[in-house]
């Protein structure tokens, strides 16, 4: 999986934030799990796209940043992503890290 997610495979990279985020065969390490995840989003997962707007959205590993988590949201979205979609969808109707722009 390592050599993957070395190499840019977003699936492999995914995989080694949920590794690393519950200790699953490796040592439990909340910095390299999140390190891991924005890898995997940078590279076009969508899932993990939403995951670290997640993140930014609650300050879990990462600086609470409403924007930053609307960026994560909205790179999902345009990939197509339901759960990106209706998340941005949401923060572009209340303001959230966004204008608001209920329309």
């Given at each position: 999986?390592?050599?993957?997610?070395?190499?840019?495979?977003?699936?492999?990279?995914?995989?080694?934030?949920?590794?690393?985020?519950?200790?699953?065969?490796?040592?439990?390490?909340?910095?390299?799990?999140?390190?891991?995840?924005?890898?995997?989003?940078?590279?076009?997962?969508?899932?993990?796209?939403?995951?670290?707007?997640?993140?930014y959205t609650v300050g879990k590993n990462v600086p609470c940043d409403f924007a930053e988590s609307a960026r994560w949201m909205r790179l999902a979205?345009?990939?197509?992503?339901?759960?990106?979609?209706?998340?941005?969808?949401?923060?572009?109707?209340?303001?959230?890290?966004?204008?608001?722009?209920?329309?």
């Amino acid at each position: 999986m390592q050599k993957a997610a070395d190499q840019g495979l977003p699936q492999a990279q995914a995989s080694l934030w949920v590794a690393y985020r519950n200790g699953r065969g490796v040592p439990k390490d909340q910095q390299k799990a999140v390190d891991w995840l924005r890898k995997a989003a940078e590279n076009g997962d969508a899932h993990a796209q939403v995951c670290l707007g997640l993140e930014y959205t609650v300050g879990k590993n990462v600086p609470c940043d409403f924007a930053e988590s609307a960026r994560w949201m909205r790179l999902a979205a345009v990939a197509g992503y339901a759960p990106g979609q209706a998340c941005y969808g949401h923060y572009l109707l209340t303001g959230h890290g966004t204008g608001k722009d209920p329309i």
